[in-house]
């Protein structure tokens, strides 16, 4: 019968033999404990005559609730394929509470001895051992501890234990729900369209659908008289900004349906508007362009608040820095380079001079750590605020433009050889991660980080689509179609992740949403 039970135990759950029956079973009831179903778990192990704990484990449960701590240490000597740092750790710990009860009934001398001749030699380091020595008998005489805090720190041991102990003697902690976090994050890392806040069901498998995207038109927005150079989204998603080779910029108001109407139209440029930049409060907009000064708007009233520098001081790109109290600008002529100023137009900082190269396009990283600057068409310089290091990355193509993800880890850059590339900000990537499929060869194209954890990267193109990728595949997702002649920038919404809009030569701004059968609105 015996022989009958334990073959049966031995059997695999799986076709492919992946799963033994007695491990799932002990990690069942290892979950049942921790849950707090205590008299559930106990009747499984009845039942399928298994128990969570290891038969090692078991034994030293017993030594260390009675104090056999003799027996407790050959039992830890005595279990084969530890390694020597694991033993030594886990004596250490019996030990220490070993130390611990002598000191409680006043046997210092004894304490000492235990000390001297066996924690000593284990092969810890010195420093532990002297912090233990000194944090136990430094200081006045302990005190006797209570028979009860005596068996509670007994179970702590026994818990610590199982900490240290590898498997199958102990098992990790929690063991079942982390291997089915693993899976429904295996599933979800799988799943090309995931784009949700929304916790996944572990009762069905995971892939979500092209609805978790944009990917429709929901509404085209044509009060530009030119061509639509730029758009982005405000950061808390309210609001839309573009601006045009008309020389002007709107401002849109996104509702709460998605469709989004105009707020305000921002007409003070003589020139092109190519570049708007939202502060981090989303209260002000500066907006430039590559023969144009550098202004800062109010988006509640629509009206220009600053004009900085002389009429002579062409800014190409803009951004703010997380406090929405300072910008910073970059100049396509080398004798002007970077500027950083306040609100108020007071210049707090420059980088400028003979070496100097002209600032195509410049970000700083939401965290306010990073300036990032693209110098000379085929440089990327990350300059660490904080620490002053400056690192250079060099391509080997033409840069267009940069985007700065949401977390400040990543950039994005456009390349005119018909590639986005993805780099960490932190430098530790020897090689960017690729992008291709769309079309780029002698235009501005801006590329942008969007969805759930910014997930995805989307981009215009020179053949008037719209590209979508999800980041970890270097080829297109979805390839959106609408606009009739160039694309030259998109954006995300930050808090919407199903809205994009971008901005085409056709002189008109679309917004795209989920396909849905009824059409509804994001």
Request: proline share 3%; aromatic share 8%.
């Amino acid at each position: 019968m015996i022989h009958v039970l334990m073959e049966n135990l031995s059997t695999d759950l799986d076709q492919k033999g992946l799963i033994k029956k007695h491990e799932f079973i002990r990690v069942i009831i290892q979950c049942l404990y921790s849950l707090g179903y205590e008299e559930s778990a106990a009747c499984l192990e009845s039942e399928a005559n298994v128990s969570y704990k290891s038969a090692e484990l078991k034994l030293l449960e017993s030594q260390i609730l009675g104090a056999n701590w003799d027996d407790c240490l050959d039992t830890l000597y005595g279990i084969k394929d530890l390694t020597d740092e694991v033993r030594a750790s886990a004596v250490f710990l019996v030990f220490k509470q070993c130390l611990l009860e002598i000191l409680s009934r006043g046997d210092d001398s004894m304490a000492l001895s235990l000390l001297r001749k066996q924690i000593s030699s284990l092969n810890l380091g010195k420093e532990k051992v002297h912090k233990l020595a000194f944090g136990m008998l430094s200081g006045k005489k302990m005190e006797k501890v209570e028979d009860h805090v005596i068996c509670e720190l007994r179970k702590r041991l026994l818990t610590k234990l199982e900490e240290v102990l590898p498997p199958p003697i102990a098992l990790p902690e929690r063991r079942l729900e982390r291997l089915v976090e693993m899976a429904v994050s295996a599933q979800i890392d799988s799943c090309m369209y995931h784009s949700s806040i929304d916790a996944v069901t572990i009762c069905e498998d995971h892939q979500c659908g092209r609805d978790q995207i944009p990917t429709e038109t929901y509404q085209i927005l044509t009060d530009h008289k030119n061509e639509v150079w730029f758009v982005q989204f405000s950061n808390n998603g309210q609001y839309l900004a573009s601006s045009s080779s008309d020389c002007s910029a709107i401002l849109w108001a996104v509702m709460d349906d998605g469709e989004l109407r105009l707020k305000h139209t921002l007409q003070s440029h003589q020139n092109p508007v190519s570049f708007v930049a939202w502060s981090p409060d989303d209260t002000m907009l500066l907006t430039c362009g590559n023969a144009e000064v550098l202004k800062m708007w109010d988006v509640e009233t629509g009206t220009c608040k600053h004009t900085f520098g002389d009429q002579g001081f062409i800014v190409s790109s803009c951004s703010w820095f997380p406090d929405s109290k300072r910008l910073v600008c970059g100049s396509c002529d080398p004798e002007k380079g970077i500027y950083m100023w306040d609100t108020d137009g007071n210049e707090i900082k420059a980088w400028r001079g003979m070496r100097m190269p002209k600032v195509l396009d410049l970000a700083v990283t939401p965290d306010g750590e990073s300036l990032i600057t693209i110098f000379s068409e085929k440089e990327i310089r990350v300059l660490n605020l904080v620490t002053n290091d400056e690192r250079v990355i060099s391509e080997e193509h033409a840069i267009t433009s940069l985007s700065v993800s949401g977390d400040s880890k990543f950039l994005l850059v456009n390349l005119n050889s018909q590639e986005i590339h993805m780099w960490d900000i932190a430098g530790t990537w020897a090689k960017p991660l690729k992008y291709k499929g769309h079309m780029q060869n002698k235009y501005v194209i801006r590329s942008c980080f969007g969805g759930f954890n910014s997930n995805f990267i989307a981009s215009g193109s020179e053949d008037s689509h719209v590209y979508i990728w999800n980041r970890r595949s270097s080829d297109p997702l979805e390839i959106l179609v609408g606009h009739s002649m160039t694309v030259n920038c998109v954006s995300w919404n930050p808090k919407r992740p199903n809205l994009l809009a971008s901005a085409s030569d056709d002189q008109t701004i679309r917004i795209w949403g989920p396909c849905s059968s009824d059409n509804r609105k994001p």
